[in-house]
């Protein structure tokens, strides 16, 4: 190859050595947001030995730990992405100077960066299932410590000193950083295989790797509570049963293997021009193919994460926006419906802002299941949140500790458990859990702020979230089993019998169920109640409509004694013509029938919006 | 680095020093976490380990007993075990802070650590987060109370988690003796383990004619028995309540296991009596259980009430005669009639030397924990007298708690903390029958309390350590099926 060939082959190399990380932190900080928030938020870093020396009573938890620390910094997700794409690069560039691979050939090693990518881009519903403290870095920083396995042994030629390092190191390795630590030595003697060594230089380190990586997890099974099955893949994600190991520990074996052939990639010494430059083509097309096709780009699920993130910001104005903007990017798709938790959390963002009357109905109902073949349970992503913000504080921890007990404590579960120990008065629980978040770096201030309120709990009435929950604990505590799902749970909750001292806010959330279920007698305790407490000057728009329907099925005199606006009388009288004009359709079918108009009333809702499942 | 020697010089000087502060003024009682002033501790206990919660500029803690005296700098008292040992060998110790405030150093008012007599080496808990249902994170510990030494005796992460999930509980010894040992494991490669003679065997105690398999148990003292209860046990949520969770039985019976026999016979049985907890007394004569009468037993599938339907249990403390050479039963006695002070009594134990029981009592239902109103009451079994400790309750749940073998300390179980994380405490009982201020296990860390997120349950005392690791433990539970037991029909009455 000539020098202008030569350089050609360099800039194609250099530029997508660049280009491809720089565009992958745009598009993980300005399109995966919310993604990356999720994750942080589903873990926990805090600045204390005792949880330190926690993590070190088994291996690899010193990995976890590590995870964990720069799992934080996703809090803000262009911080975390930069952070990622960072220690992407530097696996790549490590492995290239580590193996003395050819700069034409430079893009090979970015292989597993691709894979890491894709493999925690491609989790999606996933991150709900995933069991594994800080599985979102642990993976690279693993690869990063198998590489300098490679570099440090690499300093000892002498075929015993050689020996007795890769069984010190080896062993040291496992107990930080679990499989990684086993990858390391064996793809030190990999490497040492492929350098110019005597025959004994050659088999006694790879002797040692052998007995490292079949010693190593029997000698840490007796200090240890880690299943046996698991010991040669530890340190590697997992989740919760019913996920298939394959799924998640698949690709992380295909990086390391990787990783292992970097040292036989000396064998081939020279390649033709023709070669080389087909191997620049595969590699930027493969890695820009394998995050490309397994990254998750389900509309629903990110809107999902869209709307609990403006949940936790209290931005109530914008969780029905995204819902309504979602919708009106699927008005054309009669096969589309919103998942369980976006109708859940836009009825909770509309009720918050006083709008549920109004706007209940203006928006699609539906179902839609999740797009993936891990079912997450409903109650598992957003249970305590609206256990919480619903005045149901009992449900809502019962939730925190399901999730703590299976996936461990999160700043999440901290938050909430923190601000239902304050709705229950436990001065000493919330005091707990907020000594976990004041050593934290994001929620400090945070803490500091429920602290206050920790101090004086007059305080609560007048600040949010709390001023709009505690005016609906005005029940009394009843004992309910919840096996049926979380938005029945609720639903039972407020169909129940009124409190005696209901507030004005209890009587709204109570009237709004009680009109999504279409039961007619609870919908006339709850709207006389509605009536006599909120005094509304003028009645919101879907209680008229629902009040309106009812009187004419039931006939009962209501519709000569209640004052409806004309614009209801005229929308019902519209509606029933176009529905004895359609005659009878299933949901699909009435989608594409009626207008957006007469779609978002009540009359179409108690009609067509059918087969809806709760969950 | 001149400077960091010259520190580090007068540091070393001052750590050596076992004088005090010069001029101190005398001061106020010192705050410390935990509250250890004024205690009385086993000879043989750790450290008591605390932390000084006064806002000062500097801390000096002299521990003085007999002609032993021990200064410890800082705000984290931590003793050295050795140093420990010293002071607790010469008796009763004073304990003075001294807190440098910005006028100068102050001397706390000086509090007692008495010291009596020794407690059994170890105690054996399950730990658990908080939950409701679900169990990804259980093990059963057990505590070296002469040090901060623990070891894992066998935790649910050990079976193969794709498999499914297991629930461990109920960990008993026979007589304080770690060599007899047994606990259940629930659903994934469930059954009943025990540990007897050096051997591991497990076993499906459920039978055709039993309602469940064995749950909560109590060895015989002198014969190869365990009396167990048998639970169909549900659980549902408050909806605004700190105490969370109601625990409930829609069913229970009381059945003895023949372990050489290999044998369930029923104890009690009734459909209308929720017969549980027993216990019995030191000779094995008398076995203590509590029971709740229900008139319509299938009331709660019908109404499907579960909170009035708990709310109405009311267990009564029961006590029935048994001839352990054949097996045979007498009358059942009323004991206490804890619903008729619309009460309720659970967990009953007896004292080693059979003068006392200890059980406890709540508003209703058989799973106190979760009642803030739950206290421990302490009956004379000469005298049948009874009282509250009051000596030992707080405003919070009181529940599971045991002898040691000598009969001087009880262990008990408490949320008085938080509410909601079940700390042990431990209770020295004075020769006039009333028990010392209790104070919490001794923890390396004095703010491991705060910290730790997960309850103890089930604290028992055993005088060894149990012999048998945890990898042995599982392999075996994770590799046996459960043998099965025959049924016999009940003797006697």
Known sequence: MNQKEENKFSVITTKARWVLPVALWAVLSFCSGPFLAKVEERSFFQFDLFWFYDFLGQPAGLLSWCGLFFTQFLHLPWLGALIWVLLLTLTAELTRIVFRISSKYALLTYLPAAIFTGYNMSMGYLIYLVNHPGFFFAPVLGYLWALLSVVVLRRFTKPATSLILILIWGFAGYYIAGVYGLAGVIVSAVDTAFSDRSRMGRILPAAGAVAVFILAPILFLGSTTYCLSTAWTLGIPDSIHGISLARMQLPIVIALVLLALAPVSRIFGELSDKICLRIQIASIVVLLAIPAFSWYKDRNFKTELEMIQAVEELDWEKVPKLFDQLAQDHESDPSWQPTRIMVALKDLALIKTGQEGNLGFGFDDGSMQQNTDNKVQMSMQVGWILGFHYGIPGFCQRWIYEESMLFGWSNMTFKYSTMTALLFGNTELADKYLTMLDKTIFYRKWAREQRKLNRDRSLLATTAPYDLILPLLCYDDVVLADQEGCETFIKRHFGGPSPENSTPLYDRVALYFAIKSKDPTLFWTRFFLYLESNNPHKIDRYYQEAAYLYSSIQKNGLLEALPFDDQVKDLYNSFTESASKFGPMNMEEAKMKFPANLRHTFFYYYYYVNNIKLF | ?493
């Open chain 2, 1 to 493: 680095m001149k400077r960091f020697l010259s520190y580090l010089t007068i540091l070393l000087l001052t750590a050596s020093c076992t004088g005090t502060p010069k001029g101190a003024v005398p001061g106020t009682d010192p705050v410390i976490y935990p509250d250890y002033t004024n205690i009385t501790v086993p000879s043989n206990i750790a450290s008591p380990n605390f932390l000084i919660e006064d806002d000062a500029n500097g801390y000096v803690t002299l521990f003085k007993s007999g002609d032993v005296q021990v200064r410890i700098s800082g705000q984290k008292v931590c003793i050295p075990l050795r140093k420990w040992r010293k002071l607790t060998s010469q008796g009763d110790i004073s304990v003075t802070i001294y807190e440098k405030k910005d006028n100068g150093w102050v001397m706390m008012k000086p509090f007692d650590i008495n010291v009596g007599k020794e407690i059994d080496a170890y105690v054996t808990y399950r730990l658990i987060p908080p939950s409701f249902q679900t169990f990804g994170r259980l093990s059963i510990n057990q505590r070296n109370l002469t040090n901060f030494k623990e070891r894992v005796i066998y935790a649910n992460s050990m079976a193969a988690a794709d498999d499914g999930e297991q629930c461990i509980n109920c960990h008993s010894f026979r007589n304080w003796h770690a060599d007899r040992m047994q606990f259940h494991i629930r659903q994934l490669n469930g059954g009943t383990v025990y540990y007897m003679d050096g051997k591991l065997s497990k076993l499906n105690l459920k039978t055709d004619s039993t309602i469940s398999a064995a749950v909560y148990p109590a060895w015989h003292p002198t014969h190869d028995y365990i009396a167990y209860s048998n639970n169909m046990t549900f659980q549902n949520i408050h909806t605004n309540n700190l105490e969370r969770m109601e625990a409930f039985d829609d069913e229970s019976d009381l059945v003895l296991y023949d372990i050489y026999k290999n044998a369930v016979s029923v104890i009690e049985n009734k459909r209308d009596e929720y017969e549980c907890h027993p216990y019995w007394t030191p000779d094995g004569q008398t076995l203590f259980y509590v029971s709740a009468h229900v008139d319509d037993p299938d009331w709660f599938f019908s109404v499907g009430g579960a909170s009035v339907h708990n709310e109405l249990l009311k267990y009564n403390l029961y006590c029935k005669s048994f001839n352990p050479q054949d097996k045979s039963w007498g009358e059942t006695q009323l004991y206490y009639d804890a619903a008729s002070v619309d009460s309720s009594i659970t967990w009953p134990r007896i004292s080693p030397d059979g003068t006392k029981l200890l059980a406890c009592l709540s508003s209703h239902g058989i799973f106190p924990p979760y009642q803030s109103e739950a206290d421990l009451v302490m009956f004379d079994l000469g005298n049948g007298s009874f009282r509250y400790v009051d000596e030992i309750n707080s405003n919070r749940a009181e529940s599971y708690h045991s002898w040691s073998s000598n009969g001087r300390w009880v262990i008990f179980s408490t949320r008085r903390e938080d509410g909601t994380y079940t700390r042990i405490y431990l209770s020295y009982l004075k020769d006039d029958g009333y028990f010392t201020k209790p104070f919490p296990v001794p923890q390396k860390d004095p703010e491991f309390s705060r910290k730790f997120l997960y309850s103890f349950n089930v604290p028992e005392f055993s005088i060894d350590p149990i012999k048998v690791s945890a990898r042995v433990i599982s392999s075996f539970v994770n590799s046996t099926d459960p043998g099965s037991v025959s049924y016999e029909q009940k003797e006697g009455k």
